[in-house]
């Protein structure tokens, strides 16, 4: 009878020991919030990739919170920073968040020192993806979580109906818009950023980067984008529209998407809308170049912001998982990124995307002559406002070039502010 007692009583034991390890697992999951911009196909790989995580471990649940991007994004972090709730990080974020937040926010050499390994440095595309992107002042502020480059976008139905092929030069570039331009059916040659904002900023600076021109001095304490490398910029553009009749102030809406437009500055974001929605025979061009090729390398972060240390580390493991080599070839695909790692191109999703659309290697090769905002500025969005607006004068001749691009640096060089 005791031996069936102590059977019983070993039993019971056993039971509870699994039922309070259980229990104690469960209590140990940590829910993390991420906040993300992320829309349409976007939202959807993100979403897919964030789920994957979710279901593959069972010690961090990642629930993911859409708040748009842009100046919202940035002044509700810093509503929630001083309410005492953010996030635990924010998805692809813009890199010049970084500025504005990083008092809240964790460095992560701390992290990387400790797992140098799963950081895997050397496995980024290119050191463009650190040194000031994620890397500010000797510091990483951030895990590269996606990138992009401008490259000239072309219509090959077009194209071909032309006789011609993609410019590579400026004068080319002139050349082949003329050809491909017929106002009476609406069609232009080019399509070229014209309303106030970082759009148009952001396109524009490849130009003035190509005619030998920089934005900030090397200590990006300076603007220099009035130099006459600068007003040559801006003013091939004022020819494009005024001179050469090319491109136009008012184009027909979603116009490369209808055929109405042979070329235009785009990036690998708008691949995946470009292909399933419109019948656009998609053709993919390196940016014409004029004294030295150059292209605007984008792309996005995550940051982790202060929270205990059980979440940070959570945080930082998603961070991982997310910077990873099988979830960036399979966000490359699905949300129309560039994988931050060269290990993803060699995934077997990533390599039937090329064989599918080999174009889309130009935008890999682009890194090559890719340059970055001056992300070291933390004020740049409010400059990017004050030059947009004064580019855009220049496209509609209220103000000459060298005239838009001095009253814009007199205006914003006092908002530079460093980190």
Known sequence: MKKYLSIFLVSVIVVLLVFFGSFSALAEKITITAWHGAGGGEAKGVEEVVEKFNKQQDKIEVKLV?????????????????AGTPPDLILLAWPQYMGPLHDALVPLDRYIAQDSKGYAKDDFIASHLLLGNSVIKGRTWGMPAETNNLALYYNKELFKQG????????KELVEVAQKLTNPDKKQWGLSLPTGVGEGLTWTWMCFLWQAGGTFTNPEQTKLTFNTPAGVEALQFWVDLIHKYNVATLTPPQNAFLTGNVAMEINGPWSIPTIRTQSKVDLGIAPLPMYKR???N??????????????????????????????AQAELGVKAGFIPVRKSSLQQPIWKEYVKEFPDIQVHIDSYEFGRYRPYGI??????????????????????????????????????????
């Open 378 to 419: 933390v004020t740049y969005d409010e400059i990017s406002q004050i030059l947009s607006r004064h580019l855009q004068a220049a496209l509609y001749q209220k103000e000459s070039s060298k005239e838009a691009l001095d009253k814009a640096v007199q205006e914003a060089q006092p908002k530079v502010k460093g980190w």
């Open 297 to 326: 390398i984008g792309g996005t972060v995550n940051i982790m912001f202060k929270t205990t240390e059980e979440r940070q580390k959570a945080t930082w493991e998603f961070m991982k998982y997310f910077s990873g080599t099988e």
């Open 66 to 82: 859409f708040v748009e991007a842009g100046s919202v994004q940035i002044q509700k972090s810093l509503a929630a920073i001083a």
């Open 163 to 170: 006789g011609v092929t993609p410019p590579k030069t400026w």
């Open 293 to 295: 090729k150059a292209t």
